[in-house]
């Protein structure tokens, strides 16, 4: 069962545009929601996560807006640059006494043209 | 701070066989966990481990075993290869069973020939 679906599947940005990228989650149970960057040959690095206690959490240029009512959040990524170029995934968890998984979105490849 | 290691970085093994994959823990960590990444898709989840014992388990079957020693590191072991278990092997840690925040490798590629 898909539990966290991702889109746009690809994306394509202009130097300077800004890219944006959603997630929508099914298990209202899901508490935790961090953004991964992924290069190729590389594992995800943690870029920026959210609780649901807050609508918008800002790191630099990126920023998570988050929208509890409709089960959705989203990455932007202002000033998008060459450098950024990458495979992104949202991901949601829940916390348990028993432990804390993450489940992951299909996964984002964006494009940024210089 | 060391961050996250595994080895070995790639594995070409054939149908059939076993295969054991390692994972030391980022420093000040004690929780590990497992994951499968197949070629375009987002990891999925395997297992995970703490105080040296399985604490949550994903959708694979009991060909997918694992370890966690004393010292916190980590082994993922895979039974019985089959082609589709050629994936990118990622382990992830964090501090404590219930912290949410996950740190991972750089994964061990696996090719099943």
């Known amino acids: 069962q898909q539990q966290v679906k991702q889109s746009p599947q690809s994306l394509i940005v202009q130097k300077g545009g800004i890219s944006i990228i959603n997630c929508a989650y099914e298990?209202?149970?899901?508490?935790?929601f961090p953004w991964y960057q992924q290069f190729p040959g590389k594992g995800p690095a943690l870029l920026i996560a959210?609780?649901?206690?807050?609508s918008e959490k800002k790191e630099g240029r990126f920023t998570i807006s988050f929208n509890k009512s409709a089960k959705q959040f989203s990455l932007h990524i202002m000033d998008s640059q060459p450098g950024d170029s990458a495979t992104y995934f949202c991901?949601?968890?829940?916390?348990?006494?028993?432990?804390?998984?993450?489940?992951f979105g299909e996964g984002t490849q964006l494009t940024v043209n210089p | 701070d060391a961050g996250v290691t595994q080895s070995p970085t790639h594995l070409i093994k054939t149908r059939g066989q076993q295969v054991t994959l390692r994972c030391s823990p980022k420093?000040?960590?004690?929780?590990v966990s497992w994951y499968q990444q197949a070629l375009g898709q987002g990891p999925q989840f395997i297992f995970q481990?703490?105080?040296?014992?399985?604490?949550q388990r994903g959708n694979f079957p009991d060909r997918f075993s694992g370890h966690q020693f004393p010292n916190y590191s980590s082994e993922l072991n895979v039974n019985a290869l089959l082609l589709g278990d050629s994936a990118l092997y990622l382990c992830?840690?964090?501090?404590?069973?219930?912290?949410?925040?996950?740190?991972f490798g750089p994964g061990t590629r696996l090719t099943v020939l």
């Open positions: 992830a840690s964090s501090r404590g069973l219930v912290k949410d925040t996950q740190y």
């Open positions: 298990n209202t149970a899901f508490d935790y």
């Open positions: 959210i609780r649901p206690d807050v």
């Open positions: 991901a949601a968890s829940m916390r348990k006494t028993s432990g804390s998984r993450l489940t």
């Open positions: 420093s000040g960590h004690d929780t």
């Open positions: 481990y703490y105080e040296e014992e399985e604490r």
